[in-house]
């Protein structure tokens, strides 16, 4: 099984700052690695798949980079909307592994 | 507008079968290119994937709950279920039934997610 690891555990930024997310597997996963945001009480919604490619409807401030084992993702310029918990996951070899998750929170 | 939709009990014995229903509106779950899966979160935690199924019935578990779990689909009703054998508290999570869009290689579409509490 595939060990996903994400950092850092929380994060707080004021609104319009960027921000850098971090995401690692414990073996490599070439780019087989999604992103996806969750906003309290609500379903994760898919941002990245393949490690940079944006979801519909996803905006530009979304940038996901990395392979094998090290990923990042990168919002610039945080809207009110971004904030919440943050999770990397891995469909590279089954079973799909998630990261811990990464809470962006309002400063 | 596709949509995913739980539906099943939200309150189980421990000991007993968990059994959840996700239905798919206005699509066709007949197509090559998804899978369906059941994803949880308990309290406070992170998002753990369970299983998923193809269209054709072919499946894959997570083996840490393998020996636990049955995952079917019925096309004709556009339906998924899931049944999870001899819960314990452990198994209180929010369920997740997702689509997994094999040309993304992502779940791109989510239910609302059903909350089943495991209690006597």
């Known amino acids: 099984e595939t060990v996903m690891t994400q950092s850092p555990a929380t994060l707080s930024v004021s609104p319009g700052e960027g921000v850098t997310l971090s995401c690692r597997a414990s073996?490599?996963?070439?780019?087989?690695l999604d992103w996806y945001h969750q906003r309290p009480g609500q379903a994760p919604r898919l941002l990245i798949y393949?490690?940079?490619s944006r979801a519909t409807g996803i905006p530009a401030r979304f940038r996901g980079s990395g392979s094998g084992t090290d990923f990042t993702l990168t919002i610039s310029s945080l809207q009110s909307e971004d904030f919440g918990l943050y999770f990397c996951?891995?469909?590279?070899?089954?079973?799909?592994?998630f990261g811990p998750g990464t809470m962006v929170d309002i400063k | 507008q596709v949509v995913l939709q739980e539906s099943g009990p939200g309150l189980v014995k421990p000991s007993e079968t968990l059994s959840l229903t996700c239905t798919f509106f206005?699509?066709?779950?007949?197509?090559?290119?998804?899978?369906w899966g059941w994803i949880r979160q308990a309290p406070g935690k992170g998002l753990e994937w369970i299983a998923s199924?193809?269209?054709?019935?072919?499946?894959h578990f997570n083996p840490s709950l393998r020996s636990r779990v049955t995952i079917s689909v019925d096309t004709s009703k556009s339906q998924f279920s899931l049944r999870l054998r001899s819960v314990t508290a452990a198994d209180t999570a929010v369920y997740y039934c997702?689509?997994?869009?094999?040309?993304?290689?992502?779940?791109?579409?989510w239910g609302q997610g059903t909350t089943v509490t495991v209690s006597s």
């Open positions: 997702a689509r997994d869009a094999l040309l993304l290689r992502g779940f791109d579409l």
């Open positions: 199924v193809f269209f054709r019935g072919d499946t």
């Open positions: 996951q891995q469909y590279n070899n089954w079973p799909f592994t």
């Open positions: 073996q490599s996963i070439k780019s087989d």
């Open positions: 206005n699509g066709s779950m007949n197509s090559t290119n998804f899978y």
């Open positions: 393949r490690g940079s």
